[in-house]
């Protein structure tokens, strides 16, 4: 096989499949899984490699043309071909040991490093690695020790030097604006890194006093009548004032001293003549001196107090025996001192096999910290000359979006003058993800991307575009799909109303129009900024549309979980009469033992609360909460399954040993926690949809500036792999033009990398769509051109304008029918698959063994191909929805259009929710489900989901209906077969009985258990 590979991978071009291909190819050679080493950036992009690699070998042992497909892979890797029994085999062997596997991320192989060296790092036998709400509560603290640790007048002089002209500036602000943006360059950087700014002579006072009076004496521009311009006066005499009080930023921004620092010889129409500039070039001379000064003293300032800080940080983190994920890289590779990946320092022993093939997923975001640690294994895999280990890279510099962690992209595109050894580079242009038209779109922009004026502020920005559009290769579809590619542009803004409403509203309207269209596709809002995410969830589900941000969103869209954190809130803070309101008045205040008298006197209340905790955890004390969850009528079932995830929580909360609840309650704010049942469409920035694909992109925030913010931090790294040469402040443009060599130098470097970014961003944005495209831009302001993706997309899609209202352009070959074939349509004649291997549970486990009811259906072997196909059960969850509405039959009063809207949740096809809708209403009528539903007396579970203890093992799960008369229980578990199945879920409702025994205290024989055959009209009591 070929011994080195580095692939260059366009968006959608298979980096993923070309990865995994690998790795079979080093399994089929005979590799150990325990000599391999894949990293990636991600635990999700982890495990879609692993799941990649296992879903292909299953495939190739059921299908012949899966199994072409690889064997034709590892052609490429000179490998001779497999058969299916082969593949079998290797999935055998891959199940009973996914414990070697090494596929994991960076961070994940850093931690497992610092363990094995912790001796040699001075690190703690128990050190972990700290949360990060953990690590922010500490930054606080170690800001406090800090400055705690100062003298008053070196505080003082401190923050003199650090504060730039907002004197408005709290101290802490300011000091927390130095550490959060400032930290990361610090600990990549030596100290003379931070003073490589030129500052120049200045005047001395008389001379300066001399030229203060020039000023004063110096001759006006005048108008055609002769008389001195007003506006030269103006200049004058502010230039005056502002050079009298020191204010040369001021100075500088505009005014006569502005036009000359451009280079520029008038004002205001009128020359400069050589009297003029013998005054103003004097006094530019020393507002440079006097700005650079400042800015040398800011830099060694801020220097100064990150080093004080540092210690501070160290020294609380030390105290919890942990380390936050930048640690580690910088502890197993420091500035000066032993790299621990060197041969030398038995790194296979210690990892219980050595690493012989090592590969490298999105190698474009990688930091120099991260290779620093790396290197020594690449280069003693690279200089390797036996052919038994491999060196593996895939990576994309136009996907580089993480210079604001570090990731440096010319790690990638200098690997190979680094290491000849390696081959040239493998450039994939073949685009298997999205239709020809989308690709089209993005090539018609980037290739014309230096052509848009929006790049012509300054040089660095022109040169970004250039360099870009140098490096920019066009993309093919590989497959035939159709596609639509639309640019929009959104209603005006109203009087009053946020220039930003507009385009996310358009967005919004246009997603619930696009689900309705092809209700199967998946659509994602992809967003700038994480915080007009739940703005747009908003907007969305007031058109009917749920939607979730990817990873989820806090759980405090539920309103039982508000009272819940009310509660907790209260238990920390006794004297919070609102949040004792909010409990008392809330459906929870029987199980929290809140009434009336608690509100204007909440201390009784928060002490028993603060005891239950105290004596069962947070974990234990939601738990209990939860069947008054069930119970509340003002509770639906969003509650309750927010309020489950929320008890999840708090058990994973309670191994902090934590005394506070407020802790917990940022902790929740700030978790994100899937909702499983939105799955259609999903609102996430741009950096989060890294990775990922959709049918359908809509991209609403276009016209913010592209580069968003200026950076908090300047740095200048001419040697990729290498620690920063030299760090700065950021300061404006105009400043940094005073020290063209020095800061300006920086600027400059630091303004091409933001620009290279955003370009990269809008390139991921746009090409993680399928089949369509909107874009959404804001009517453009006369006059105005500023560096936006809206600029820049108005300007390479110029052509001709589309006749549809509010649409600027679109694709000419967009297709009608642009959605993706639904899922589920009819299967292509195939042969008899071959049968995977039977995997069973294990016998035993370190802790409880974990059942549901629903598992044992059918018994306990499980087909690999069984679970890797897709499940179709819309029908089934829809029809059992609606019956969980159902407590008795004769007080059932919904209507059809009702039940829509409830169903609605679980299925978003119209025409499949009033199928089943129909179905459902028919079996109402049916004598034996009427007979099941009717009688009115005794208590009704539905839906109640359990977790119980049963003879050592946790049994989880959900009962259908379950009905409690004296010391008696009924429970029915519904099914929609055609067919009476009743062996096949005996198993089931045996489970479910056994659990219900056991909540109620009674003996099996106390429970009786049906099988409610829905769609048969059938009933049938399983013994």
Same mark, same amino acid.
């Given at each position: 096989?070929?011994?080195?590979?580095?692939?260059?991978?366009?968006?959608?071009?298979?980096?993923?499949?070309?990865?995994?291909?690998?790795?079979?190819?080093?399994?089929?050679?005979?590799?150990?899984?325990?000599?391999?080493?894949?990293?990636?950036?991600?635990?999700?992009?982890?495990?879609?490699?692993?799941?990649?690699?296992?879903?292909?070998?299953?495939?190739?042992?059921?299908?012949?043309?899966?199994?072409?497909?690889?064997?034709?892979?590892?052609?490429?890797?000179?490998?001779?071909?497999?058969?299916?029994?082969?593949?079998?085999?290797?999935?055998?062997?891959?199940?009973?040991?996914?414990?070697?596997?090494?596929?994991?991320?960076?961070?994940?192989?850093?931690?497992?490093?610092?363990?094995?060296?912790?001796?040699?790092?001075?690190?703690?036998?128990?050190?972990?690695?700290?949360?990060?709400?953990?690590?922010?509560?500490?930054?606080?603290?170690?800001?406090?020790?800090?400055?705690?640790?100062?003298?008053?007048?070196?505080?003082?002089?401190?923050?003199?030097?650090?504060?730039?002209?907002?004197?408005?500036?709290?101290?802490?602000?300011?000091?927390?604006?130095?550490?959060?943006?400032?930290?990361?360059?610090?600990?990549?950087?030596?100290?003379?890194?931070?003073?490589?700014?030129?500052?120049?002579?200045?005047?001395?006072?008389?001379?300066?006093?001399?030229?203060?009076?020039?000023?004063?004496?110096?001759?006006?521009?005048?108008?055609?009548?002769?008389?001195?311009?007003?506006?030269?006066?103006?200049?004058?005499?502010?230039?005056?004032?502002?050079?009298?009080?020191?204010?040369?930023?001021?100075?500088?921004?505009?005014?006569?001293?502005?036009?000359?620092?451009?280079?520029?010889?008038?004002?205001?129409?009128?020359?400069?003549?050589?009297?003029?500039?013998?005054?103003?070039?004097?006094?530019?001379?020393?507002?440079?001196?006097?700005?650079?000064?400042?800015?040398?003293?800011?830099?060694?300032?801020?220097?100064?107090?990150?080093?004080?800080?540092?210690?501070?940080?160290?020294?609380?983190?030390?105290?919890?025996?942990?380390?936050?994920?930048?640690?580690?890289?910088?502890?197993?590779?420091?500035?000066?001192?032993?790299?621990?990946?060197?041969?030398?320092?038995?790194?296979?022993?210690?990892?219980?096999?050595?690493?012989?093939?090592?590969?490298?997923?999105?190698?474009?975001?990688?930091?120099?910290?991260?290779?620093?640690?790396?290197?020594?294994?690449?280069?003693?895999?690279?200089?390797?000359?036996?052919?038994?280990?491999?060196?593996?890279?895939?990576?994309?510099?136009?996907?580089?979006?993480?210079?604001?962690?570090?990731?440096?992209?010319?790690?990638?595109?200098?690997?190979?003058?680094?290491?000849?050894?390696?081959?040239?580079?493998?450039?994939?242009?073949?685009?298997?993800?999205?239709?020809?038209?989308?690709?089209?779109?993005?090539?018609?922009?980037?290739?014309?991307?230096?052509?848009?004026?929006?790049?012509?502020?300054?040089?660095?920005?022109?040169?970004?575009?250039?360099?870009?559009?140098?490096?920019?290769?066009?993309?093919?579809?590989?497959?035939?799909?159709?596609?639509?590619?639309?640019?929009?542009?959104?209603?005006?803004?109203?009087?009053?109303?946020?220039?930003?409403?507009? =385009?996310?509203? +358009?967005?919004?309207?246009?997603? !619930?129009? /696009? $689900? #309705?269209?092809?209700?199967?596709?998946?659509? *994602?809002? &992809?967003?700038?900024?994480?915080?007009?995410?739940?703005?747009?969830?908003?907007?969305?589900?007031?058109?009917?549309?749920?939607?979730?941000?990817?990873?989820?969103?806090?759980?405090?869209?539920?309103?039982?979980?508000?009272?819940?954190?009310?509660?907790?809130?209260?238990?920390?803070?006794?004297?919070?009469?609102?949040?004792?309101?909010?409990?008392?008045?809330?459906?929870?205040?029987?199980?929290?033992?809140?009434?009336?008298?608690?509100?204007?006197? =909440?201390?009784? +209340?928060?002490?028993?609360?603060? !005891?239950? /905790? $105290? #004596?069962?955890?947070?974990?234990?004390?939601? *738990?209990? &909460?939860?069947?008054?969850?069930?119970?509340?009528?003002?509770?639906?079932?969003?509650?309750?399954?927010?309020?489950?995830?929320?008890?999840?929580?708090?058990?994973?909360?309670?191994?902090?040993?934590?005394?506070?609840?407020?802790?917990?309650?940022?902790?929740?704010?700030?978790?994100?926690?899937?909702?499983?049942?939105?799955?259609?469409?999903?609102?996430?920035?741009?950096?989060?949809?890294?990775?990922?694909?959709?049918?359908?992109?809509?991209?609403?925030?276009?016209? +913010?500036?592209?580069?968003?913010?200026?950076?908090?931090?300047?740095?200048?790294?001419?040697?990729?792999?290498?620690? &920063?040469?030299?760090?700065?402040?950021?300061?404006?443009?105009?400043?940094?033009?005073?020290?063209?060599?020095?800061?300006?130098?920086?600027?400059?470097?630091?303004?091409?990398?933001?620009?290279?970014?955003?370009?990269?961003?809008?390139?991921?944005?746009?090409?993680?769509?399928?089949?369509?495209?909107?874009?959404?831009?804001?009517?453009?302001?006369?006059?105005?051109?500023?560096?936006?993706?809206?600029?820049?997309?108005?300007?390479?899609?110029?052509?001709?304008?589309?006749?549809?209202?509010?649409?600027?352009?679109?694709?000419?070959?967009?297709?009608?029918?642009?959605?993706?074939?639904?899922?589920?349509?009819?299967?292509?004649?195939?042969?008899?698959?071959?049968?995977?291997?039977?995997?069973?549970?294990?016998?035993?486990?370190?802790?409880?063994?974990?059942?549901?009811?629903?598992?044992?259906?059918?018994?306990?072997?499980?087909?690999?191909?069984?679970?890797?196909?897709?499940?179709?059960?819309?029908?089934?969850?829809?029809?059992?929805?609606?019956?969980?509405?159902?407590?008795?039959?004769?007080?059932?009063?919904?209507?059809?259009?009702?039940?829509?809207?409830?169903?609605?949740?679980?299925?978003?096809?119209?025409?499949?929710?009033?199928?089943?809708?129909?179905?459902?209403?028919?079996?109402?009528?049916?004598?034996?489900?009427?007979?099941?539903?009717?009688?009115?007396?005794?208590?009704?579970?539905?839906?109640?989901?359990?977790?119980?203890?049963?003879?050592?093992?946790?049994?989880?799960?959900?009962?259908?209906?379950?009905?409690?008369?004296?010391?008696?229980?009924?429970?029915?578990?519904?099914?929609?077969?055609?067919?009476?199945?009743?062996?096949?879920?005996?198993?089931?409702?045996?489970?479910?009985?056994?659990?219900?025994?056991?909540?109620?205290?009674?003996?099996?024989?106390?429970?009786?258990?049906?099988?409610?055959?829905?769609?048969?009209?059938?009933?049938?009591?399983?013994?």
């Amino acid at each position: 096989m070929s011994t080195h590979r580095v692939i260059l991978a366009s968006a959608g071009t298979g980096k993923t499949y070309q990865l995994s291909g690998r790795f079979l190819a080093l399994l089929v050679r005979g590799v150990a899984p325990e000599r391999i080493l894949a990293t990636t950036f991600t635990r999700k992009a982890a495990g879609e490699i692993l799941d990649r690699v296992l879903k292909r070998l299953v495939d190739a042992a059921e299908d012949p043309p899966h199994l072409e497909r690889l064997n034709r892979q590892l052609a490429e890797e000179n490998l001779a071909p497999v058969d299916a029994e082969r593949c079998l085999a290797l999935l055998a062997d891959l199940a009973r040991g996914l414990h070697r596997f090494r596929i994991r991320t960076l961070d994940a192989f850093f931690v497992q490093l610092g363990g094995v060296f912790a001796l040699e790092l001075g690190l703690p036998p128990e050190w972990r690695i700290l949360d990060e709400d953990e690590i922010n509560a500490l930054m606080r603290d170690a800001l406090g020790d800090a400055l705690a640790q100062a003298e008053g007048l070196e505080v003082l002089d401190l923050l003199r030097a650090m504060q730039k002209v907002e004197a408005s500036r709290s101290v802490e602000r300011s000091l927390l604006w130095t550490v959060d943006g400032c930290r990361d360059a610090y600990l990549d950087s030596d100290e003379p890194a931070w003073d490589r700014v030129n500052v120049p002579d200045g005047l001395d006072d008389e001379r300066f006093a001399e030229v203060m009076e020039e000023l004063l004496a110096m001759p006006m521009a005048l108008t055609q009548k002769g008389e001195p311009r007003k506006s030269w006066i103006k200049a004058r005499d502010a230039l005056h004032e502002l050079a009298r009080t020191g204010e040369w930023e001021d100075a500088l921004d505009k005014g006569f001293l502005a036009k000359v620092a451009a280079g520029e010889r008038d004002f205001d129409r009128c020359d400069f003549t050589a009297e003029h500039l013998a005054v103003l070039e004097p006094l530019l001379e020393h507002a440079a001196h006097c700005i650079l000064a400042q800015v040398r003293r800011q830099n060694l300032a801020s220097h100064a107090w990150l080093e004080r800080f540092e210690g501070a940080f160290f020294s609380r983190k030390d105290l919890r025996a942990g380390l936050s994920f930048e640690d580690v890289p910088r502890a197993l590779a420091p500035a000066e001192g032993t790299q621990l990946l060197r041969a030398d320092f038995d790194l296979g022993y210690r990892l219980d096999g050595r690493i012989d093939h090592l590969l490298l997923d999105e190698f474009q975001d990688t930091a120099p910290p991260q290779w620093r640690v790396l290197e020594p294994l690449a280069e003693e895999i690279v200089s390797d000359g036996s052919g038994e280990r491999s060196f593996f890279c895939v990576g994309d510099v136009k996907q580089s979006i993480y210079a604001w962690r570090s990731g440096e992209p010319r790690l990638l595109s200098g690997l190979n003058d680094r290491y000849p050894q390696l081959a040239e580079p493998e450039e994939l242009v073949d685009n298997w993800r999205s239709s020809q038209v989308v690709l089209d779109s993005v090539d018609q922009v980037f290739r014309r991307i230096d052509e848009s004026r929006a790049f012509a502020k300054h040089a660095a920005q022109t040169e970004a575009a250039r360099t870009w559009r140098a490096d920019y290769a066009g993309h093919t579809a590989a497959k035939r799909l159709p596609g639509a590619v639309v640019l929009r542009e959104s209603r005006p803004p109203y009087e009053g109303e946020s220039a930003e409403l507009p =385009p996310l509203e +358009l967005a919004a309207e246009r997603a !619930a129009a /696009l $689900a #309705a269209e092809a209700p199967h596709a998946t659509i *994602a809002v &992809l967003l700038r900024r994480n915080n007009h995410v739940p703005r747009t969830i908003d907007l969305m589900r007031r058109r009917g549309l749920r939607a979730s941000g990817e990873g989820g969103n806090p759980l405090t869209d539920s309103a039982a979980v508000l009272h819940a954190l009310s509660a907790l809130h209260l238990a920390d803070h006794p004297g919070d009469t609102a949040a004792a309101f909010h409990v008392a008045s809330s459906p929870l205040a029987g199980a929290l033992g809140a009434g009336d008298e608690d509100v204007d006197a =909440p201390g009784r +209340l928060s002490l028993d609360l603060r !005891a239950r /905790l $105290a #004596a069962i955890g947070l974990g234990e004390f939601l *738990a209990e &909460l939860l069947p008054a969850v069930d119970a509340a009528a003002d509770y639906g079932p969003w509650d309750a399954k927010r309020f489950a995830q929320l008890v999840d929580l708090g058990y994973a909360f309670d191994r902090r040993e934590a005394l506070r609840t407020t802790a917990f309650l940022d902790y929740v704010r700030d978790t994100k926690v899937e909702d499983p049942s939105s799955t259609q469409v999903k609102v996430m920035t741009i950096h989060a949809a890294k990775g990922l694909e959709f049918d359908v992109v809509l991209l609403p925030e276009l016209d +913010l500036s592209m580069t968003l913010r200026d950076p908090a931090v300047l740095r200048s790294r001419p040697e990729p792999d290498r620690r &920063l040469a030299a760090v700065s402040t950021s300061r404006a443009h105009a400043v940094c033009g005073l020290d063209p060599e020095g800061l300006g130098a920086i600027r400059h470097e630091e303004d091409v990398r933001h620009v290279q970014e955003a370009l990269c961003l809008l390139y991921v944005a746009m090409t993680r769509a399928a089949h369509r495209l909107e874009m959404i831009v804001r009517p453009p302001k006369c006059g105005t051109r500023t560096l936006s993706y809206a600029t820049v997309l108005r300007d390479t899609l110029a052509g001709e304008p589309a006749d549809e209202p509010g649409v600027v352009w679109r694709h000419p070959n967009n297709a009608e029918e642009w959605w993706p074939e639904p899922p589920g349509g009819a299967p292509e004649a195939a042969e008899e698959p071959r049968r995977a291997p039977r995997f069973r549970a294990p016998q035993t486990a370190r802790d409880l063994r974990r059942r549901s009811p629903s598992a044992e259906e059918g018994g306990a072997a499980v087909q690999v191909g069984e679970l890797l196909r897709p499940r179709r059960f819309a029908r089934g969850t829809l029809i059992h929805r609606w019956f969980e509405e159902v407590e008795w039959l004769e007080d059932f009063a919904l209507d059809d259009d009702e039940l829509m809207e409830i169903g609605a949740s679980v299925e978003r096809d119209v025409a499949v929710r009033r199928k089943a809708l129909k179905d459902f209403r028919a079996m109402l009528e049916r004598p034996a489900v009427q007979e099941c539903l009717t009688g009115g007396d005794g208590e009704v579970w539905r839906e109640r989901r359990f977790a119980e203890v049963v003879d050592g093992e946790l049994w989880t799960g959900a009962f259908d209906r379950v009905v409690l008369r004296e010391g008696k229980a009924e429970l029915i578990d519904y099914k929609t077969d055609r067919v009476e199945k009743v062996e096949l879920y005996r198993p089931q409702v045996l489970g479910y009985r056994r659990v219900l025994a056991r909540m109620l205290d009674v003996g099996e024989g106390e429970v009786t258990a049906k099988l409610l055959f829905l769609e048969l009209g059938t009933v049938r009591e399983i013994g």
